[in-house]
């Protein structure tokens, strides 16, 4: 149970200029890296019922989403919840602060858009 609580604690999410890194435990799956021009949208939801799709663990992991699909998810609080829709899956997560997230990451598109 120590392990747990403290991998939930160490996970972080870093917004580059090219990529969003979702840094979780290996007990869900490991670490995520997120190219930025690949990311469909992004939005606020409730942390959804899914239905885990291997192993054990209670705060994240492969799940399959009923409203989504696939998904990966990495929860460190249940509200807050971020969906992010890329070319090659699906993500939830839960930042501090979700609006300024997502706000960011549009605003880097954005930049990265006017550049191409």
């Known amino acids: 149970m120590l392990l747990i609580l403290a991998s939930i604690y160490r996970t972080k999410y870093i917004l580059t200029d090219n990529e969003l890194i979702l840094k979780a435990s290996k007990l869900i799956g490991g670490s995520k890296r997120i190219p930025l021009e690949t990311i469909e949208s ?3 939801t ?4 899914g239905f885990r799709l291997f192993g ?3 705060y994240g992991g ?3 989403l009923p409203s ?3 998904a990966f998810m990495v929860i460190t609080n249940f509200k807050d919840g971020v969906l992010i829709k890329t070319k090659h899956g699906n993500y939830v997560i ?3 602060n979700p609006e300024n997230l997502m706000e960011t990451i549009e605003n880097i598109k954005t930049q ?3 550049k191409v």
Do not use: D, H, N, Q
């Open 42 to 44: 992004v939005e606020r």
């Open 46 to 49: 409730l942390i959804p019922f």
């Open 56 to 58: 054990a663990s209670f």
């Open 62 to 64: 492969y799940y399959y």
């Open 68 to 70: 989504v699909g696939k």
């Open 94 to 96: 839960t930042p501090r």
């Open 112 to 114: 990265l858009m006017g």
